[in-house]
């Protein structure tokens, strides 16, 4: 499986971003599929997951409110959306996936090369 991010950019704050992941191979309807992102120094930070097969989200307290993510199985997509963008955004954002490990959090097996945000004040 190979995973490509697109759809990063230069974005104003109070704006919106959609970015892309699309899933070359096949993606199992029992997998999870999550979106990252990794500010300059700092630590990679979970944003949310799909259940492929279901639908089902989750995300983080962080963005949770601002944050869409959703999937086209039959485009092999899974979507991010954020709205009401801060310069605190600004990141490289990735996708992944993976068979649930039990945690929203790690385990995926699978990472995209990442798309670059940056959201300007």
């Known amino acids: 499986v190979q995973l490509q991010a697109s759809g990063g950019g230069l974005v104003q704050a109070g704006g919106s971003l959609r970015l892309s992941c699309a899933a070359s191979?096949?993606?199992?309807?029992?997998?999870?599929m999550g979106w990252f992102r990794q500010a300059p120094g700092k630590e990679r930070e979970f944003i949310g997951r799909i259940r492929w097969g279901a639908g089902q989200t989750y995300y983080a307290d962080s963005v949770k409110g601002r944050s869409t993510i959703s999937r086209v199985n039959a485009k092999n997509t899974v979507d991010l959306q954020m709205t009401s963008l801060k310069p605190e955004d600004t990141a490289v954002y990735y996708c992944?996936?993976?068979?649930?490990?039990?945690?929203?959090?790690?385990?995926?097996?699978?990472w995209g090369q990442g798309t670059l945000v940056t959201v300007s004040s």
């Open positions: 992944a996936a993976g068979p649930d490990s039990g945690s929203p959090y790690s385990g995926y097996k699978y």
């Open positions: 191979g096949r993606i199992f309807s029992s997998w999870i």
